[in-house]
């Protein structure tokens, strides 16, 4: 502001100079005027001197003109520069206050906000609340180490961090762990961007504290995690009728969810005065005969029952409440148990046990009360429901428990139909989702097909070995996916009734004979013995003889997988009337209801296919006709017909039951000998027979547009 005022009188002091020359130059001239009167110069002088007079009028005016515009521009020009001056004094100001504004802004922001050096990660400028947040002043966090403010692996995600950053523009950290000065730890969620000063780079980052939210996180997945146990407890209840199947599910899935090493359930017996072991799991056999003899009152399982409240213990080698040192020797340290209540009646009591000394914290307990109180109500539902099955065995319950059955009853069956038709119409759905697809897999398959069958014929020659080889693989493969294919529409019209059969009179030995000529390479392959039995004559079968081969072959086939090697398979055939069927009916009918139903025939030939292989469970036999039930291991999943255990895509033995019932027939599946025996399985074939179809029947013509007799549907 001094040197605007210097510069101002500067400028005025050379205006004033200027027209004061200018006067004096007028006033020397009007001096000469006068004096040219008085006393005229001579001529050689005034010659000169009025020409130069002339020039400094001339020159005075213009100096006094030029003088006079210099002193109004100065004029203006200060006062543009006040004007100038005033709006940078205003700009000042409005600057000032936008910095004290953003440092507010800074300084009460809710979260905490750094500058951070890019190169070395160290956090150079930052808002109070980063200072409040970390404990340390500004000046203390700049000359700080990463080490001192991140524990453990954190620096290096943090600085990795910051790396992404410089890389991409933006990072973001939702867990990164941070050192407070007074050493606490806390979770913040950071997210940072890159940002550039004009002369450098910097990455400013917003963290806020989010232990809080992790830790509501974590109790809310626990919580998830609880009520998820408490729900498949509850659905295990209802699902299981069997009292002890339920019992073992509801401790298998508490004893995983608790991490435990094993458990048990004890139930209360005799009107509370013996303890039986109704289930357990992972204890060892010296150990369950000291368990079965515990009793009421003693020991912590005993004292749980009768005061109906959990006891622990954080190592069974140093409590003296514990009755049994048997467990104590088995290595048994951690344990709890919880009362099983009904009606806030003790039934029970579930105990876990660790081999490792472990305290179950007050929510571990508290979970445990809330399965013991499902489990009782449970036992004490399926009690109830024995107890009413065997009341109404020996007498008739009264008219009102009779109205209750009636009603329970009623709800049960809409339930029922309720869910029967939602299976329907999934198994609608599935079926023609199966058929779809498997109609659009044709097409490009059948363009593959003939594409390999084109190359393999037209450049054979031109080909080399491996590109021979390769080809092959492709027709071999694409013939297989083919097949299956063909089994997946097969078993959609299976299921939905729409196959057509021909009805011909049907030569089973030869058929047999014929599939065992095309497995007899991987049967000399694996050293399989394959014997076949005589078939009765005269014998009269009617049917497809191409799906019926179809269906022997895939019998074959599953024996000659689950075969091992050096085994045998045999085949064998024998006449049973309705009689001998019907005297099995309780043992069969859950194979085929619909056979039992409605019988064909008064005469049938049996025909049974017989290995050692590894044979079938007795609880599996009955899965093995499900569609897709050999899919569930996929790494024996393998598309070759002779490999050992190589599942398909489990739909072969679906098809033979599904064929044999369309004849008319029932297939079953037992053991080598028709026990229980698991070495070995043997398939059953039960087929009508009859005296003969009519002449008029002997071949029957298909309708329009059906596939001829022996071809595929």
Not at 6 to 23: E, K, P, V, Y
Not at 42 to 61: I, K, T
Not at 67 to 82: E, I, P, T
Not at 273 to 288: D, K, Q, R
């Amino acid at each position: 502001m001094d040197w605007n005022r210097s510069s101002n009188r500067i400028t005025n002091m050379a205006i004033l100079a200027g027209l004061g020359l200018a006067l004096v130059l007028l006033f020397l001239a009007a001096l000469y005027v006068r004096l040219q009167g008085q006393a005229p110069l001579p001529v050689p002088l005034g010659s000169f001197v009025q020409p130069a007079l002339l020039l400094v009028l001339l020159f005075a005016g213009v100096l006094a003109v030029c003088s006079l515009r210099l002193l109004r521009a100065g004029h203006r020009l200060a006062a543009d520069k006040d004007g100038l001056l005033g709006e940078v004094t205003r700009l000042r100001v409005a600057h000032a206050r936008s910095a004290r504004r953003c440092q507010q802004l800074l300084d009460n922001a809710g979260d905490a906000i750094f500058f951070i050096d890019p190169q070395s990660g160290s956090l150079d400028e930052m808002n109070r609340q980063a200072e409040q947040l970390l404990g340390y002043a500004a000046e203390e966090i700049r000359n700080l180490s990463l080490s001192a403010l991140f524990p453990g692996r954190q620096k290096r995600r943090y600085l990795a961090l910051v790396n992404k950053v410089l890389e991409e523009g933006y990072g973001q950290a939702g867990d990164l762990s941070f050192r407070r000065k007074d050493g606490q730890v806390f979770i913040g969620a950071v997210h940072a961007r890159l940002g550039d000063l004009g002369d450098a780079k910097v990455v400013h980052a917003v963290l806020r504290d989010v232990t809080a939210i992790k830790r509501t996180e974590q109790e809310l997945r626990k919580r998830n995690r609880d009520l998820t146990l408490l729900n498949q407890i509850a659905h295990s209840a209802t699902a299981d009728r069997s009292l002890k199947g339920m019992l073992q599910l509801i401790l298998d899935e508490t004893t995983a969810n608790f991490e435990a090493t094993g458990g048990g359930i004890f139930l209360l017996r005799h009107e509370g005065n013996e303890l039986e072991l109704a289930v357990h799991t992972g204890i060892e056999p010296e150990v369950l005969q000291d368990l079965h003899q515990a009793v009421p009152g003693e020991g912590l399982v005993g004292r749980v029952v009768t005061t109906g409240r959990p006891r622990s213990s954080t190592d069974l080698r140093k409590d003296s409440r514990v009755r049994s040192t048997v467990a104590c020797a088995a290595g048994w340290r951690g344990f709890q148990a919880v009362p099983l209540k009904a009606k806030e009646k003790p039934v029970g009591a579930l105990f876990l046990f660790t081999r490792s000394k472990r305290l179950f914290v007050r929510e571990d307990v508290r979970l445990l009360l809330a399965i013991g109180n499902q489990v009782g109500t449970a036992i004490e539902g399926a009690q109830l429901f024995d107890a009413l099955q065997w009341q109404f065995r020996l007498t008739q319950a009264s008219n009102r428990e009779l109205e209750q059955s009636r009603q329970q009853m009623k709800k049960n069956l809409q339930v029922m139909e309720e869910s029967n038709r939602a299976l329907a119409q999934l198994d609608r759905m599935k079926t023609n989702f199966l058929s779809l697809a498997s109609h659009e897999l044709r097409t490009p398959l059948t363009q593959i097909l003939s594409g390999t069958q084109l190359l393999q014929e037209t450049l054979t020659q031109d080909l080399g070995d491996q590109e021979q080889r390769v080809l092959e693989a492709i027709s071999q493969g694409g013939k297989r996916l083919e097949g299956i294919i063909q089994d997946l529409l097969e078993a959609a019209r299976v299921e939905s009734q729409s196959l057509y059969l021909a009805y011909e009179a049907i030569t089973l030995p030869a058929i047999i004979d014929e599939i065992r000529t095309e497995f007899r390479p991987a049967l000399e392959q694996r050293n399989i013995t394959f014997s076949l039995g005589g078939f009765p004559s005269p014998m009269k079968l009617f049917g497809d003889p191409h799906h019926l081969k179809k269906t022997f072959r895939r019998l074959l086939e599953n024996a000659v997988k689950f075969t091992p090697e050096g085994g045998r398979i045999e085949i064998e055939a024998g006449l049973r009337s309705q009689a001998e069927v019907w005297r099995r009916e309780e043992q069969l009918r859950s194979f085929s209801h619909s056979f039992f139903n409605s019988p064909s025939s008064t005469r049938y030939l049996q025909v049974t296919v017989r290995d050692t292989g590894v044979g079938i469970a007795p609880d599996e036999r009955l899965r093995v006709f499900d569609k897709f039930y050999e899919i569930g291991d996929i790494n024996r999943h393998s598309s070759s017909q002779s490999r050992f255990e190589g599942t398909g895509v489990g739909l072969g033995l679906t098809l033979v039951k599904g064929m044999v019932e369309a004849h008319g027939g029932m297939v079953w599946v037992d053991g080598p000998g028709g026990g229980q025996a698991e070495d070995g399985s043997a398939f059953h074939v039960l087929l009508p027979l009859a005296p003969g179809p009519p002449a008029a029947m002997a071949v029957e013509t298909p309708p329009a547009g059906s596939p001829q007799p022996g071809a595929r549907a």
